[in-house]
C-alpha cells in the first residue's frame, strides 16, 4: 500500500503562483511514475502533468499547462510537486496527486485550488 498525502492548494488570483505537493509512502518500491490530475465540477478528471521516478525524470504536461506549470520530484524524500505560475480561472479545480507502477496506482485525497477572476 502507499499513502499520497497532498497539501498547498487555496485561493488566488488571476495570474498568481501555487505549489503543490504529494508526500509518499508505504510501499514506493515498484512505483516508477507520479503525477498530478485534476478535475473540475461538471467534468471529467484528467492529467494535467507526470513524471518517472528513474533516470533524469521525464516529464509530461497538457497542452493546457505547457510553460506555466512545472512538475518536479524528490525521490530521497519520495515527493512530487507541481509549481503552477499565471494561474487562469479555468484552473480552477480539485487536484489529485497519482502514483503508479506496472501493477498498480494509487490517488491522493485531493486539495481545492481556484483561481478567482
Known amino acids: 500500500q502507499v499513502q499520497l498525502v497532498e497539501s498547498g492548494g487555496g485561493l488566488v488570483h488571476t495570474g498568481g503562483s501555487l505549489r503543490l505537493s504529494c508526500a509518499a509512502s508505504g510501499s514506493i518500491f515498484d512505483i516508477n511514475a507520479m503525477g498530478w490530475y485534476r478535475q473540475a465540477p461538471g467534468k471529467q478528471r484528467e492529467m494535467v502533468a507526470s513524471?518517472?521516478?528513474?533516470?533524469?525524470?521525464?516529464?509530461y504536461y497538457v497542452d493546457d499547462v505547457k510553460g506555466r506549470f512545472t512538475i518536479s520530484r524528490d525521490n530521497a524524500k519520495n515527493m512530487v510537486y507541481l509549481q503552477m505560475s499565471s494561474l487562469k480561472p479555468e484552473d480552477t479545480a480539485v487536484y489529485y496527486c497519482?502514483?503508479?507502477?506496472?501493477?498498480?496506482?494509487?490517488w491522493g485525497q485531493g486539495t481545492q485550488v481556484t483561481v478567482s477572476s
Open positions: 513524471i518517472t521516478r528513474g533516470g533524469n525524470g521525464y516529464t
Open positions: 497519482k502514483v503508479w507502477g506496472p501493477y498498480t496506482n494509487y
